[in-house]
């Protein structure tokens, strides 16, 4: 599976980040390109939505076209995804890319991000990706979870992930 993981933290210890990087360990079939661009992303408007797209723009783009599947993993901010996060699907909402694109989402923070989790999915069907509501993870776990060389270490949370993706291997065999 070729996967693009996009964090919705810009913390340089993201455990968000962690989990995106963890994906080869706990799906060795699965390569992953972490999107790292999010913060070089201009502010949307609808104004500058035209052709020929603004260059961070079009490299999102072309990444999301490229994958097989995304997963999405963010934190929550004031009960909130964070806007940079926002700011990234909002510009995709008027291109094909993300359209039909199996998607998994993991909300990993203290509460689990109890609020942001389920408006991150919300956002994301509007969107027409094809989100996978059963590979769906809120983490409550994920800044304990990870050794000091980055290897996730906790063995119950490494399950659960790789059940996640898991689903998303089958969904990619048997599309809806
Ligand atoms: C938070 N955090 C947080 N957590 C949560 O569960 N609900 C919330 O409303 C908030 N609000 C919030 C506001 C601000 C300004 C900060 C800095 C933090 C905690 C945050 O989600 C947590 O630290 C995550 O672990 C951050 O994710 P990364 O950076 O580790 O990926």
Not at 24 to 44: E, K, M, N, R, S
Not at 145 to 166: H, I, N, P
């Amino acid at each position: 599976m070729r996967v693009l993981g996009i964090s919705g933290s810009l913390r340089s210890d993201s455990s968000n980040h962690a989990l995106l990087r963890a994906i080869p360990q706990l799906a060795p079939d699965c390569t992953v390109v972490i999107y790292d661009g999010i913060a070089a992303l201009p502010h949307f408007s609808p104004d500058r939505d035209v052709e020929p797209a603004p260059s961070e723009v079009a490299r999102l783009r072309t990444l999301v076209r490229e994958a097989e599947a995304l997963v999405v993993s963010s934190p929550e901010y004031a009960h909130g995804m964070p806007g940079s996060l926002k700011n990234a699907l909002d510009w995709l909402v008027s291109g094909v890319e993300i359209a039909g694109k199996a998607t998994l989402v993991w909300s990993a923070s203290p509460s689990g991000a109890l609020h942001a989790h389920p408006q991150l999915l919300e956002v994301l069907r509007t969107m027409s990706a094809d989100v996978l509501l059963e590979g769906a993870l809120q983490v409550t776990s994920a800044r304990r979870a990870f050794a000091a060389d980055g290897r996730l270490v906790d063995e119950d949370l490494g399950r659960t992930l790789a059940e996640s993706l898991g689903r998303l291997r089958q969904r990619l065999a048997a599309p809806p």
